[in-house]
Structure formats: C-alpha cells, structure tokens
C-alpha cells in the first residue's frame, strides 16, 4: 500500500557529509513514524534515527551529533543528512515508514541504499 523509495546513497571519504532521502507513496493514510535504520554485514538490522508525525526525534548514540533526521509531511519524504561520517557508518541503509490504519498498523521498508565510507 506504501511505497518507499530511496536516493543518495554512495561511496564517501571518512568525515565527509552525505545525504539520503525517501519518497513514500502510495496510500492517502498519513504516517505516523518514519526512520532510518541501517545493516552492516554479518549484523542485525539497527535504528539509526526515527521522527514522529509531529517532529518528535531519537537518535541512535552513536549517530547523536553527526546525523540529522528531518521529515516534510506535505510531500511524505524524510531525509537523513550524515556529517563526519565513519568507516563504520558503512552499511545498507534502510528507510522505514509506520502507518496506524483504521483497523491495523503497517510497516514497510525501502529497498535500501548502500553508503560506504572509506579511509
């Protein structure tokens, strides 16, 4: 019912900047949560950064202070601006959407976008 579609995903020098955004599309019912989260191989899936609806953020520790979550409810994106990036910020990073229907609750996920940051 939703769709979610990422871009600004690459290769970056370490402590350099990059920014990923999310269209998401597909239903008339407004979401609620919308967040990034990221998998580095051999590792489970991890939050790095979730907004509300009304602009309410969490931040993974690690990302506190580099990375920066902002939302636009009018056009249904959310975009992850990363700073000072890390040779373990690399990973495939995924945008997530939750939806508090009529009835049930949803989740969907992007297709993911890889970020690599080198030395």
């Known amino acids: 019912q939703v769709q979610l579609v990422e871009s600004g995903g690459g290769l970056v020098q370490a402590g350099g900047p990059l920014r990923l955004s999310c269209a998401a599309s597909?239903?008339?019912?407004?979401?609620?949560?919308m967040a990034w989260y990221r998998q580095a191989p051999g590792k489970q899936r991890e939050l790095a950064a979730l907004?509300?609806?009304?602009?309410?953020?969490n931040y993974r520790d690690s990302v506190r202070g580099r990375f920066t979550i902002s939302r636009n409810n009018a056009k249904n994106t959310v975009s992850l601006q990363m700073n000072s990036l890390k040779p373990e910020d690399t990973a495939v990073y995924y945008c997530?959407?939750?939806?508090?229907?009529?009835?049930?609750?949803?989740?969907?996920w992007g297709q993911g976008t890889q970020v690599t940051v080198s030395s």
């Open positions: 597909g239903s008339n019912t407004a979401i609620s949560d």
């Open positions: 907004i509300t609806h009304n602009g309410h953020i």
């Open positions: 997530y959407a939750h939806v508090l229907g009529s009835a049930n609750e949803y989740t969907y």
